[in-house]
């Protein structure tokens, strides 16, 4: 099973620089790495999504060493705004098929 | 392009009662899938429809239950409501690179849920 554990919560403060680390050690070998941002009372948004090394767009980076046990979503000079809590994705064997299946996510706090 | 969408976004049941939820795909998916997020939670996994049928299921009662559409649309059915039934249902969809397989790479996209209170 490819569970991921990440750390329940984390603060910051605004302009600083947050990462924040999935592990999944039992990541399948065609499994791909997704995080997503959620608010309260909101579907959960898609961030970023790598299979390996590095990954980058207008929000964030997504960093997965070699081994692929574990993930890290760095986001850069984080704003109030990106308090949130946030999930990384990968699949899991369920019922004999792979699903999407969701960790506990961190509750990311921004403190001004 | 519309995201996304789920209907209604409130509703208030009594225990007992039945409820049906619904779910527009992103146009050209194929993929439903159904989270229930109680209050303060995580995701739990709840169904997946792939081409019209169900592939896999969560630990939930059969209460729970579900359709996929031909138009790739989807309901969720909760019967004999309990209270602790009320939550945020959250669907999402995908593309599928092979029917019935699910495969991470093809990255899922949520709706903004419809929030389910039993009373």
């Known amino acids: 099973l490819a569970k991921t554990t990440q750390p329940i919560s984390m603060d910051s403060y605004e302009g600083q620089e947050v990462n924040i680390t999935c592990s999944h050690n039992n990541i399948a070998t065609n499994d791909y790495i997704t995080w997503y941002q959620q608010f309260p009372s909101q579907g959960p948004r898609f961030i970023i999504q790598?299979?390996?090394t590095k990954v980058t767009n207008e929000v964030a980076s997504l960093f997965i060493p070699a081994d692929r046990k574990s993930s890290t979503l760095s986001l850069p000079r984080v704003s109030l705004s990106d308090t949130a809590v946030y999930y990384c994705l990968v699949g899991d064997i369920s019922g004999g098929s792979y699903i999407p299946t969701f960790g506990r996510g961190t509750s990311l706090i921004v403190h001004p | 392009e519309a995201g996304v969408t789920q209907s209604p976004t409130h509703l208030i049941k009594t225990r007992g009662q039945q409820a049906t939820l619904r779910c527009s795909p992103i146009?050209?998916?194929?993929?439903v899938y159904w989270y229930q997020q109680a209050l303060g939670l995580g995701l739990q996994f709840l169904l997946w429809y792939d081409e019209g049928e169900e592939r896999n299921r969560g630990n939930f009662p059969p209460r729970f239950s579900g359709r996929q559409f031909p138009n790739y649309s989807s309901e969720l059915n909760v019967n004999a409501l309990e209270l602790e039934d009320s939550a945020l249902y959250l669907c999402?969809?995908?593309?599928?690179?092979?029917?019935?397989?699910?495969?991470?790479?093809?990255?899922?996209?949520f709706g903004e849920g419809s929030w389910l209170t039993v009373v």
């Open positions: 790598g299979y390996k």
């Open positions: 999402a969809s995908s593309e599928i690179l092979e029917t019935g397989r699910f495969f991470s790479g093809n990255t899922i996209y």
């Open positions: 146009s050209g998916h194929t993929s």
